[in-house]
């Protein structure tokens, strides 16, 4: 089984990972003491990297075995300091190759950076006509000879999914704000004024309406569509949190708003019952299990699940600093 992994949550492949880099683009012709030391060192930069916004190794493994690594590097090089940051180290160990895998460590990468909110890699290689395939676009021939190339990182749609209190309004009007894409809230479809459900035939044929457009960030479940908007998203943002902290969220929700209209669902304001509070309370028993089931057919890079409102707290802040412009 081929699966995609950060090598910093997979420490006992860091050697292997250090001696196969060494020998691709190390120094040639050293001693067997001089190479330990060189891989010594290497081993010791990959981990204190580790914390660095702008770096990142993936590693790609079938089952046990190390098939191939791929990085995002601050810097890359003497030239073009002023780029940041960079595509780098894309290596397929040389039995795997000629099966696609280059292919799963592009895209990886690719994904890697979207949920870093890095808008471009930079990338520099004497490979003629190999980059291009996977979405390089070419810039200039650098003085070393080696071509310029950079990835335009697309972020145009994001699906929230998640259970009632978890946030998802909130977490899609921040982004929405920060990435300048329209914020649709389902509910707000699926609601008329006071309440009142609308036709789910029409509700469903509105809501593939809207993922078929060419952005946004739409939160909310409705399962019925929603395994044609995980397919159309680029990134999707589980909000998978226990039924405690749903409940949490909702009676804050409750307390603060309670009586006043909602936002996004104009007409309707703030309320509270028995069938409501039923449907939070079994939503991770009834609900959740449809999710993971559709979730198992989309790439893990695609996905970033949270388990805890600090962890997205987390994420949001380091997303507005990860920047690669």
């Not at 739409?218 to 998978?240: H, P, S, V």
Request: net charge positive; charged share 35%.
């Amino acid at each position: 089984m081929l699966k995609i992994y950060n090598l910093k949550d997979k420490p006992r492949y860091i050697e292997e990972v250090a001696i196969l880099t060494q020998k691709e683009w190390g120094q040639k012709n050293l001693s067997r003491e001089e190479f330990e030391t060189k891989v010594k060192n290497k081993i010791l930069k990959i981990k204190s990297n580790f914390e660095n916004p702008n770096y990142c190794k993936l590693i790609l493994l079938e089952n046990d075995s190390l098939v191939g690594f791929i990085s995002i590097f601050p810097t890359d090089g003497d030239e073009k300091k002023d780029l940041s940051p960079w595509y780098a180290t894309m290596y397929v160990k040389e039995k795997y190759r000629g099966k696609g895998y280059s292919k799963i460590l592009n895209n990886a990468i690719l994904a890697e950076a979207r949920k870093r909110n890095i808008s471009k890699l930079y990338l520099k290689t004497d490979l003629e006509n190999y980059y291009e395939k996977f979405g390089a676009k070419f810039l200039e021939v650098l003085s070393s000879g080696e071509k310029l190339y950079c990835f335009d990182i697309l972020t145009n749609r994001i699906s929230i999914i998640g259970g009632s209190g978890s946030g998802k309004s909130t977490l899609a009007n921040i982004l929405s704000k920060e990435l300048d894409i329209p914020a649709v809230h389902l509910d707000g479809i699926n609601y008329n004024a006071n309440w009142v459900e609308i036709d789910k035939s029409e509700r469903d044929n509105i809501i593939l309406s809207k993922a078929n457009e060419e952005k946004w960030i739409i939160d909310g479940n409705y399962n019925k569509t929603l395994k044609e908007r995980l397919d159309k998203a680029d990134l999707i943002i589980w909000l998978d949190y226990s039924t405690f902290a749903q409940l949490k969220g909702v009676c804050k929700r409750i307390c603060k708003n309670y009586n006043k209209e909602k936002p996004d669902i104009p007409g309707c304001k703030e309320r509270i019952d028995f069938t409501f509070l039923r449907y939070v309370i079994t939503y991770n028993r009834k609900k959740r299990p449809k999710i993971i089931e559709l979730l198992n057919y989309i790439p893990d890079e695609k996905i970033l699940v949270f388990k805890r409102q600090k962890d997205l707290n987390k994420w949001l802040k380091d997303y507005y600093t990860y920047k690669g412009d």
